[in-house]
């Protein structure tokens, strides 16, 4: 396949057409372009579906994997298990990134939503405790092993291929869709649980057997996701580099830039803890912490993910015109000031539609990061181990902190110390808040080609 310019312009002299066809040339170009963003996006989306429709039916399948005890308890048996998926991410990133960047974006991205359809049938089909025992857990472990290979080879290769995909000056727009796609597949599993709530299962059918429909949903969409990236086209950044045969996706490639490398996890470290703390770990909280009901727990996060989804295109349209720091600095600032407030007041309140406003306060801020956080990191390493230097640093620094962020909340409750965990999350930010002030500029001082 014809692989898509990093430019327009480029593309235009590189064909070199009559200047009565340069209007065509370059609509062609975007259409090209916007239609492989579309398709990356898709099959990001049907990917971090699967992987979160595991937390959003985690409050009713908990029972049938482990054995009888409080909901505490056993909710933080299936947070161990979210976490040990966690574990496999480094290494996704590194197998993947190492393919993406020898072999070709659109590859890597095929085979990791293999992977994820692979996970979800095994979760879908598995018997519970009560039929196989301790094999129910371990094979829960299996899949979110395979799932969490999947997933940590699906962002710093899809990170590269829409920034690459991207032109320099729309560059943050349109890489902020890998977070929309991210936040629609949590979004999505969400409304499925809505609606089975609401219209088609009672609670006893949900915790029965109904937690294993959007499993069977999930290993279905990712058929229609293998295909997308079956058509996709190649990136022109990675043909160059390919060209060249310069060494590539190599750990010794890797290691000749250790401050991009050590600047990704810096400025990953309290943007994941923040993410995963009103994302992921908000719905159990509101039920578990608040005491709403598994309903009103729901609706709340379903409500306030579906505009956190829209402020990304905006706050990375934001970053293309003033710089990607000042951007984060903002995050890191607001986030280490209203942590603390936030979640204390969350934990106080009785009023649904005050959780929310207050969950929204928190999302407006943790945009500061999510939206650009892929762009910064991939416009700081060269093609030739872009990929690589985007997924495996990442990956392991979500797998040491958001991986375990659900997890620490829950002890933290049951050790009745559960402040800490709002001090916890306010100490990541200011981590990465120091990183993001002794940072360059990314998108002043890209690697990638403009």
Not at 157 to 182: C, I, K, M, P, W
Not at 200 to 224: K, M, N
Not at 275 to 292: C, D, E, P, R
Request: proline residues 4%; aromatic residues 12%.
């Amino acid at each position: 396949m014809e692989p898509i310019y990093p430019d327009a312009a480029a593309h235009v002299r590189t064909s070199s057409p009559q200047p009565a066809d340069l209007p065509a040339a370059a609509s062609k170009d975007k259409l090209r372009r916007l239609r492989s963003i579309f398709s990356g996006s898709v099959g990001n989306l049907i990917e971090w579906y699967d992987w979160y429709v595991y937390s959003a039916f985690a409050l009713y399948f908990a029972r049938s994997f482990f054995p009888a005890g409080n909901q505490t308890a056993q909710l933080m048996n299936t947070a161990a298990v979210f976490a040990v998926g966690f574990l496999a991410r480094p290494i996704g990133g590194w197998l993947m990134g190492v393919y993406a960047d020898r072999h070709g974006r659109r590859s890597a991205l095929l085979f990791s939503v293999v992977l994820m359809c692979a996970g979800s049938l095994i979760i879908a089909l598995c018997p519970g405790y009560d039929v196989i025992g301790a094999a129910a857990p371990a094979l829960l472990v299996v899949a979110r092993l395979l799932q969490g290979l999947s997933v940590g080879g699906e962002y710093g290769t899809s990170a590269t291929y829409l920034s690459e995909v991207a032109t320099a000056r729309d560059r943050g727009f349109y890489s902020s869709f890998q977070y929309v796609t991210l936040i629609m597949g949590q979004l999505i599993a969400l409304a499925l649980l809505i609606s089975m709530q609401q219209f088609l299962l009672t609670t006893q059918q949900l915790e029965t057997w109904g937690w294993r429909v959007p499993f069977f949903v999930g290993a279905a969409c990712a058929l229609i996701a293998m295909r997308l990236r079956a058509t996709m086209e190649e990136t022109g950044e990675f043909e160059k580099a390919r060209a060249k045969r310069n060494a590539r996706g190599s750990l010794a490639e890797l290691c000749k830039h250790p401050r991009a490398v050590l600047t990704v996890v810096g400025l990953t470290m309290g943007g994941t803890v923040a993410f995963y703390t009103y994302s992921i770990y908000m719905q159990k909280f509101l039920a578990n912490t608040v005491g709403m009901s598994k309903h009103d727990a729901t609706l709340i996060s379903g409500a306030s993910l579906a505009l956190f989804a829209l402020l990304q295109p905006l706050v990375g349209s934001i970053s293309d015109r003033i710089g990607r720091r000042p951007v984060l600095i903002a995050f890191g600032v607001l986030g280490t000031l209203f942590t603390v407030p936030i979640m204390t007041a969350i934990s106080h309140t009785h009023s649904p539609w005050s959780a929310f406003f207050l969950i929204m306060a928190g999302l407006v801020i943790v945009s500061g990061y999510t939206s650009i956080n892929a762009v910064v990191k991939a416009e700081l390493f060269p093609a030739e181990v872009r990929a690589l230097g985007v997924g495996l640093p990442y990956a392991v620094t979500v797998s040491i902190f958001g991986g375990t962020a659900e997890y620490i909340a829950l002890w933290l409750k049951q050790a009745g110390h559960e402040q800490l965990f709002y001090w916890y999350v306010t100490g990541a930010i200011f981590c990465s808040l120091v990183v993001y002030l002794g940072m360059r500029d990314s998108r002043k001082h890209s690697r990638m080609e403009t």
